[in-house]
């Protein structure tokens, strides 16, 4: 089975980042050179999805505009010879086909995805958040395209988190039933640390049927007041199959400050232009500790 589209909400606001994201999307903050939209794209791709539906919101556009072709940029690095980021630009402008929704007010990724459903139709689709930025050597949406193929019903990415972290997550309950899948039998949005039933948080990837959006429509607003995808999720475990794949990958929280350092870090370490002049500068300053 492959997907036809995959929705990619983003529509938040972005608080976290704040003022870099009062007049910029978080989304297209770059990792390097590549805003975290792009990697998100690029993962979708990989994993066979054909449409990338965008969640996005007034003063968001230059999120689409960044996967449109610009020919007056591309005939000027034609021009001036500049071959490598002609490459990089058409690249970016020919990856997939990408459509935007409005999801006129955040709230909630639950909401969000909802919004998608015009674009979507019936058949399962994929579900990203970019700011989960994964290194992965299989893209964790295809990991769990595989599962899908063999359990249908919904799919979605699940991380062991230390315990004082996972109140951050929803959480899953459930079974192994198959080395890195577990079977789900309840889902709960940002429990309490001693009432979490498991240290499985779910992270920003999903396989979602067509169903779920007729379940959204229904679902009240949950925790912080938001529609979330978690309580849809729970509310369709009676008559679907849920499972959960504790992917493989090294996750980077890219909606965080920290988050999104490390990511930088990590995707500067293994660059093909940088990598060996950022990873010796590394090597000289750590150890140094924080500058006075
Ligand atoms: P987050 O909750 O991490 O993003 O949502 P946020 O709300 O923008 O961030 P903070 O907490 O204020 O810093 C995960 C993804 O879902 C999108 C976001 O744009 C992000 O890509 N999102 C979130 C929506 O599209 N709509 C919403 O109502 C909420």
Same mark, same amino acid.
């Given at each position: 089975?492959?997907?036809?589209?995959?929705?990619? #909400?983003?529509?938040?606001?972005?608080? %976290? $980042?704040? #003022?870099?994201?009062?007049?910029?999307?978080?989304?297209?903050? #770059?990792?390097?050179?590549?805003?975290?939209?792009?990697?998100?794209?690029?993962?979708?791709?990989?994993? *066979? =999805?054909?449409?990338?539906?965008?969640?996005?919101? #007034?003063?968001?556009? =230059?999120?689409?505009?960044?996967?449109?072709?610009?020919?007056?940029?591309?005939s000027f690095l034609e021009r001036a010879g +500049?071959?490598?980021? /002609?490459?990089?630009?058409?690249?970016?402008?020919?990856?997939?086909?990408?459509?935007?929704?409005?999801?006129?007010?955040?709230?909630?990724?639950?909401?969000?995805?909802?919004?998608?459903?015009?674009?979507?139709? &019936?058949?399962?689709?994929?579900?990203? $958040?970019?700011?989960?930025?994964?290194?992965?050597?299989?893209?964790?949406? &295809?990991? /769990?395209? +595989?599962?899908?193929?063999?359990?249908?019903?919904?799919?979605?990415?699940?991380?062991?988190?230390?315990? @004082?972290?996972?109140?951050?997550?929803?959480?899953?309950?459930?079974?192994?039933? @198959? *080395?890195?899948?577990?079977?789900?039998?309840?889902?709960?949005?940002?429990?309490? +640390?001693? +009432?979490?039933?498991?240290?499985?948080?779910?992270?920003?990837?999903?396989?979602?049927?067509?169903?779920?959006?007729?379940?959204?429509?229904?679902?009240?607003? *949950?925790?912080?007041?938001?529609?979330?995808? !978690?309580?849809?999720?729970?509310?369709? /475990? !009676?008559?679907?199959?849920?499972?959960?794949?504790?992917?493989?990958?090294?996750?980077?929280?890219?909606?965080?400050?920290?988050?999104?350092?490390?990511?930088?870090?990590?995707?500067?370490? %293994?660059?093909?232009?940088?990598?060996?002049?950022? =990873?010796?500068?590394?090597?000289?300053? =750590? *150890?140094?500790?924080?500058?006075?």
């Open positions: 089975m492959s997907l036809n589209s995959t929705v990619i #909400p983003v529509a938040g606001r972005g608080t %976290r $980042f704040l #003022p870099a994201t009062k007049a910029q999307p978080k989304e297209m903050m #770059p990792l390097v050179d590549r805003p975290l939209i792009q990697y998100a794209v690029e993962e979708a791709v990989a994993a *066979g =999805s054909e449409r990338i539906v965008l969640v996005s919101a #007034p003063g968001k556009e =230059s999120i689409l505009r960044h996967f449109r072709r610009d020919a007056e940029l591309e +500049r071959t490598q980021s /002609l490459a990089m630009v058409r690249h970016a402008g020919t990856l997939a086909t990408v459509d935007a929704v409005m999801q006129p007010e955040p709230l909630g990724v639950g909401h969000a995805i909802l919004q998608a459903s015009p674009l979507v139709g &019936e058949g399962p689709f994929g579900v990203m $958040f970019p700011d989960d930025f994964i290194v992965a050597q299989v893209p964790v949406l &295809e990991q /769990l395209r +595989r599962v899908h193929e063999q359990y249908g019903g919904i799919v979605i990415a699940v991380e062991r988190v230390p315990h @004082d972290e996972i109140e951050r997550y929803g959480v899953i309950d459930g079974e192994q039933v @198959d *080395g890195n899948v577990v079977r789900v039998s309840d889902l709960v949005e940002k429990p309490a +640390r001693d +009432r979490a039933p498991s240290d499985l948080a779910i992270v920003g990837r999903y396989i979602l049927p067509g169903e779920i959006f007729r379940i959204l429509a229904d679902t009240p607003a *949950g925790v912080g007041g938001e529609i979330q995808i !978690t309580d849809a999720i729970r509310a369709a /475990l !009676t008559g679907l199959p849920c499972h959960a794949v504790v992917f493989e990958g090294q996750r980077f929280d890219c909606g965080s400050k920290l988050g999104f350092l490390q990511a930088t870090i990590e995707v500067a370490r %293994r660059h093909e232009d940088l990598g060996a002049e950022f =990873s010796r500068y590394l090597e000289q300053v =750590s *150890g140094q500790g924080r500058p006075a």
